[in-house]
């Protein structure tokens, strides 16, 4: 049962350009957005997060933004840089008791010199 | 320690074989998710320990897999009879508290089964 769609899978930028990665879900009970950045042979690190009171939310170069009416979620990242090469999960946490992540497919980000 | 620790690195295991997967959480974390991960997908819940209960199984794929967190601390993911679908990337995961907000992994373990 996939709760979370994320898209696109793979995406390929220019050194200084702004990839956009998006995911819709389906669960209104869900209450917590996270991203997290995969780098090869390395487990996934939290990058930023949102809940849903919030439209957007900025950490550096990092920003989410959040539109709770459409169930849909973004990550822009500003000015990217070749080190921000990565594959980065969308996910979302249910306000239940267990509390658990469940996590998009990824996408695999490619940023070129 | 620094940070979540997982051993083996990497384990081949024949078909057919039990195995044992290691998780040092980070010290003082109350919480230890496992978490399964396929070649290109996104991590998939396994099960879930505050402190020494095992609040949450119901991602286990079946019950040859079987978790274990005693002690409160370090947990172990034992999958018996290993068939070749086991293969995957076993994470796990901590954090302080009972919220799950800021989770941190551990780089995992890689099981292949042949």
């Known amino acids: 049962q996939q709760q979370v769609k994320q898209s696109p899978q793979s995406l390929i930028v220019q050194k200084g350009g702004i990839p956009i990665i998006n995911c819709a879900y389906e669960?209104?009970?869900?209450?917590?957005f996270p991203w997290y950045q995969q780098f090869p042979g390395k487990g996934p690190a939290l990058l930023i997060a949102i809940r849903p009171d919030v439209s957007e939310k900025k950490e550096g170069r990092f920003t989410i933004s959040f539109n709770k009416s459409a169930k849909q979620f973004s990550l822009h990242i500003m000015d990217s840089q070749p080190g921000d090469s990565a594959t980065y999960f969308c996910?979302?946490?249910?306000?239940?008791?267990?509390?658990?992540?469940?996590f998009g497919s990824g996408t695999q980000l490619t940023v070129l010199p | 320690g620094a940070g979540v620790s997982q051993s083996p690195r990497y384990k081949v295991a024949k078909r057919g074989q039990d195995v044992a997967l290691r998780c040092d959480p980070i010290s003082g974390h109350v919480s230890l998710f496992w978490y399964q991960q396929a070649l290109g997908q996104g991590p998939e819940f396994l099960t879930y320990?505050?402190?020494?209960?095992?609040?949450?199984k119901s991602g286990l794929p079946s019950d040859r897999f079987f978790a274990e967190r005693p002690e409160g601390s370090v947990s172990t993911l034992k999958i018996q009879r290993t068939q070749q679908e086991d293969s995957a990337v076993y994470l796990c995961a901590s954090s302080l508290g009972t919220g799950n907000e800021k989770l941190f992994f551990g780089s995992g373990t890689q099981l292949s089964v042949l």
């Open positions: 669960n209104t009970a869900f209450d917590y």
């Open positions: 996910a979302t946490r249910y306000s239940g008791s267990a509390r658990q992540l469940t």
């Open positions: 320990f505050q402190n020494e209960a095992q609040l949450d």
